[in-house]
């Protein structure tokens, strides 16, 4: 009988706890002694999106060289740091609503991140079922973000949801953008379907989502600090 290859994807890390996932199976488990004291002063913590090796034990021994590495900035009462947040991302969607703080500086500072980041990206102008005339917004960033392309969509109406569902086709996308943006509303249509949105209690960093044609989602939640905590517009 042939072995199941024990490679898997880190889904989420919370404590220095992993979810990890394969086309057969999700568990969580831990790093090995053996990763502790040996690789991980080369490969530094799992994060989500990482494809792993597991041991006999089920617990994860080497983290595959990562294709790329997504840092973002966010500010507390610590101060301004640089984390890394996830892996092996092929490309950014940057997510914003057209109906609320619907900031061109938040935006840029987005924006910044993706070029940072060197990913290619796309912003997203959600719910556009909110506004009556969407197309000012959505011609406003057009001309503010002359490169990049920009969709805009509605859970209500669909529109948008099959140019997402082209893009992330065998990709890594991972989703950012300011709370309430309907990040993870589009990323569960997209997962399972289904537009009646629950919102979960436990929120974590970064959360990775399998779809069946290829495509890894992975959402966030603590980017949306960026600047919220103290105010302050960053350039
Ligand atoms: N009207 C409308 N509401 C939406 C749409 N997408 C999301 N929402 C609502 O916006 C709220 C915030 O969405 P959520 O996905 O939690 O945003 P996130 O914080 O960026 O993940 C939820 O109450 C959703 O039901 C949309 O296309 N149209
Ligand atoms: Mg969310």
């Known amino acids: 009988m042939k072995e199941v290859s024990k490679i898997y994807r880190v889904v989420s890390t919370s404590s220095e706890r992993y979810v990890i996932s394969n086309i057969l199976t999700t568990?969580?488990?831990t790093t090995s002694s053996k990763f502790e004291s040996v690789y991980?002063?080369?490969?530094?913590?799992p994060l989500a999106g990482d494809f792993v090796m597991?041991?006999?034990?089920?617990k994860i021994s080497i983290i595959l060289k990562r294709k790329t590495e997504f840092c973002a900035e966010s500010i507390d009462k610590r101060g301004r740091r640089i984390?890394?947040?996830a892996s092996n991302v092929d490309q950014v969607f940057v997510v914003i609503s057209v109906n609320r703080s619907f900031e061109l500086s938040k935006l840029s500072r987005l924006v910044k991140i993706c070029r940072l980041n060197k990913l290619n990206h796309?912003?997203?102008v959600t719910k556009i079922d909110t506004v009556l005339y969407p197309n000012e917004y959505i011609d406003y960033l057009k001309s503010h973000f002359t490169d990049v392309n920009i969709i805009a969509t509605s859970l209500e109406t669909g529109e948008g949801l099959d140019k997402i569902a082209g893009l992330i086709k065998n990709r890594t996308t991972i989703f950012i953008g300011p709370q309430d943006g309907g990040k993870s509303s589009i990323i569960q249509y997209l997962v399972n379907g289904s537009k009646n949105f629950e919102k979960k209690n436990k929120k974590l960093p970064a959360e990775l989502y399998f779809l069946d044609y290829?495509?890894?989602i992975i959402d966030t939640e603590s980017i949306r600090t960026l600047g919220d905590v103290t105010g302050e517009v960053y350039e």
Request: hydrophobic share 40%; net charge negative.
């Open 214 to 216: 290829g495509a890894a």
């Open 122 to 124: 796309a912003i997203l």
């Open 27 to 29: 568990m969580e488990t």
């Open 83 to 85: 984390d890394l947040l």
């Open 40 to 45: 991980q002063k080369y490969s530094g913590r």
């Open 54 to 58: 597991l041991d006999e034990n089920n």
